[in-house]
């Protein structure tokens, strides 16, 4: 059970100094995750379809969402495990929320990397990786697999 658990450990340390390596090649650091999350936030704050859909769900809790999102990002890129989170369940249930928002939101992430991102390369990790999450919130929030069903379907 000792060795199991040492090498688990052994694992996830690989893992994580992998992804830092990568992120470290691509120019990311802690220092970027954060000018991301707060130049992100602040231009969807200013948005006139993200902002009020936002600001209606955290209202006077900004900078704990601001604290959370970093953590995000670092865990998605380091793979560091800093975020523990469930961000479906977060999203269910927001008043505004619509799948049409998706590509507003991934419309303004591009902007922003596109302002930002230190190199190409960070530029198409973060946004490839965004345009994964918000298909898999997309898909969890809004799919409805009875609309697929061929029977359904008229000719």
């Not at 231009?43 to 009020?52: E, I, K």
């Not at 961000?87 to 992430?109: I, N, R």
């Not at 990790?125 to 298909?135: D, L, N, P, Q, Y």
Request: proline share 5%; net charge neutral.
């Amino acid at each position: 059970m000792e060795h199991d658990l040492q090498a688990r450990a052994a694992h996830l340390a690989g893992i994580r100094e992998k992804a830092e390596a990568e992120m470290a090649r691509i120019g990311i650091d802690a220092a970027f995750i954060d000018r991301l999350v707060d130049t992100f936030y602040g231009r969807v704050q200013a948005h006139p379809r993200l902002g009020p859909v936002f600001d209606g769900r955290l209202a006077g809790r900004w900078p704990d969402h601001m604290e959370k999102m970093k953590r995000f990002w670092s865990s998605v890129a380091f793979k560091n495990g800093a975020y523990g989170g469930k961000p479906v369940q977060a999203h269910l249930g927001v008043e505004g929320m619509a799948a049409d928002l998706f590509p507003e939101w991934l419309s303004l992430f591009s902007a922003t990397l596109a302002d930002i991102a230190p190199s190409e390369a960070a530029k198409d990790w973060f946004m490839a990786t965004a345009e994964r999450i918000a298909k898999s919130l997309t898909l969890s929030l809004f799919y409805n697999p009875a609309l697929d069903d061929p029977a359904r379907k008229t000719v």
